[in-house]
């Protein structure tokens, strides 16, 4: 939360009276719940304790999108669908124009909101393959363009 107030004017504070709050809970997996609604939830289960995965899912929480969903991505990448968990088809959905807030930036491949290219893979093999054959790391902070996006909050 410290990182995110760090380079927004967005403030995590303790629940009052607030209708719209977040709420933090540990179910099982690391998800978020509740885009655009009043109230929402975030799960960090037992393998949720890692620095990165709790601030991406913070992010999702203020209306980040996955980088790998944007309207425009296959101008930047190719989703193998064969390759990908069939339980987790969903998180490679590409968004409607207009759902997407970002698309004055280029896809960040940096951000900690793109899956690397081996995500939700049932067979080892690339999920996401960048169009210029670089491969996609796992990120575990923000990139210098998550922070450029959190000072326009």
Same mark, same amino acid.
């Given at each position: !939360?410290?990182?995110?107030?760090?380079?927004?004017?967005? =403030?995590?504070? #303790? =629940?009052?009276?607030? @209708?719209?709050?977040?709420?933090?809970? /540990?179910?099982?997996?690391?998800? *978020?719940?509740?885009?655009?609604?009043?109230?929402?939830?975030?799960?960090?289960? !037992?393998?949720? +304790?890692?620095? $990165?995965? &709790?601030?991406?899912?913070? %992010?999702?929480?203020? $209306?980040?999108?996955?980088?790998?969903?944007? #309207?425009?991505?296959? /101008?930047?990448?190719? &989703?193998?669908?064969?390759?990908?968990?069939?339980?987790? @088809?969903?998180? *490679? /959905?590409?968004?409607? #124009? $207009?759902?997407?807030?970002? !698309?004055?930036?280029?896809?960040?491949?940096?951000? &900690?909101? !793109?899956?690397?290219?081996?995500?939700?893979?049932?067979?080892? @093999? &690339? +999920?996401?393959?960048?169009?210029? $054959?670089?491969?996609?790391?796992?990120?575990?902070?923000?990139?210098?363009?998550?922070?450029? @996006?959190? /000072? %326009?909050?």
């Amino acid at each position: !939360m410290e990182e995110i107030e760090s380079h927004s004017r967005i =403030r995590f504070e #303790p =629940r009052r009276r607030q @209708k719209c709050f977040l709420t933090l809970t /540990k179910r099982d997996g690391c998800w *978020f719940e509740g885009y655009g609604e009043c109230r929402t939830r975030i799960s960090l289960g !037992m393998d949720c +304790t890692e620095f $990165g995965t &709790i601030l991406h899912e913070l %992010l999702h929480a203020i $209306g980040f999108e996955h980088e790998q969903n944007r #309207p425009d991505r296959s /101008k930047y990448i190719i &989703i193998n669908w064969r390759n990908i968990e069939e339980e987790n @088809k969903e998180q *490679f /959905k590409k968004l409607r #124009p $207009g759902k997407y807030d970002w !698309m004055d930036f280029y896809i960040d491949f940096e951000s &900690i909101m !793109m899956y690397d290219s081996y995500a939700f893979s049932r067979n080892d @093999k &690339i +999920t996401i393959q960048r169009k210029d $054959g670089k491969e996609i790391e796992d990120n575990e902070e923000l990139s210098l363009w998550d922070i450029e @996006k959190l /000072k %326009l909050l």
